[in-house]
């Protein structure tokens, strides 16, 4: 398998702007994480899904973020409008189960101006 | 409600030291534990992980983990750093209800 997917690796965006993020978990994965990393912040769980299904947002940060999942294969996070503090890299990772060890994509770098 | 505390945001070693990396959770019940490693500029890879059985467990890259339930914790361990060793390490725990991430300790390995 080729791993969890992520795209685009690099987006470089100015405040206001509409962001979109995907993913492509590893087939017959069942759970989908998103996370955010920044150094001030350390690694914070945005959302997660099982079966497609969002189980916990608690971590989103506001209105202004989206996520979601239309099939088994792909999910996408949406940040609109995007402000210079969502600067971070994005990770996406799935699981077998939600209990079970999480592989990891190499993560979006998002920058906005 | 689980939680997992990593001891030592920064941890330093000599090139042939022991490494040590600690970490303490909590959980209501038998959680499943893990050890990721972040290279950087990369996503989290797994070092090692804890189930069930043998409370010794071994990872890739020569690092080993000892999970002790009286104390709650499992701490990571490699007998002699390496250069490549360098690196953040984050401590998780899951169960079928929730899942943590530790804040995670970076490791500096001097030559």
């Known amino acids: 398998d080729a791993g969890v997917i992520q795209s685009p690796r690099h987006e470089v965006t100015e405040m206001g702007q509409e962001v979109t993020l995907r993913c492509k978990p590893i087939?017959?994965?069942?759970?989908l994480f998103w996370y955010r990393q920044t150094m001030m912040r350390g690694l914070e769980l945005l959302i997660y899904?099982?079966?497609?299904?969002?189980?916990?947002d608690s971590g989103m940060p506001e209105d202004r973020f989206s996520a979601k999942m239309p099939n088994a294969s792909f999910s996408t996070l949406k940040i609109q409008p995007s402000e210079p503090r969502d600067s971070a890299v994005y990770f996406c990772a799935s699981s077998l189960r939600q209990i079970d060890e999480q592989y990891f994509g190499p993560g979006t770098r998002l920058t906005v101006t | 409600a689980q939680s997992v505390t990593q001891l030592g945001s920064h941890v330093s070693v000599s090139e042939g030291a022991l490494v040590l990396l600690r970490c303490n959770y909590s959980?209501?019940?038998?959680?499943?534990l893990f050890w990721y490693v972040q290279y950087p500029n990369q996503g989290l890879q797994l070092l090692l992980k804890y189930t069930t059985g043998a409370t010794l467990v071994k990872g890739i890259n020569g690092f080993e983990a000892e999970f002790k339930k009286s104390e709650t914790s499992i701490h990571l361990t490699k007998p002699s750093a390496h250069m490549s060793d360098a690196a953040e390490y984050f401590c998780a725990v899951s169960d079928q209800d929730d899942m943590r991430f530790g804040a995670g300790t970076r490791l500096t390995v001097k030559p």
């Open positions: 087939s017959g994965h069942n759970s």
């Open positions: 959980s209501s019940v038998p959680p499943y």
């Open positions: 899904f099982n079966n497609n299904v969002p189980i916990d």
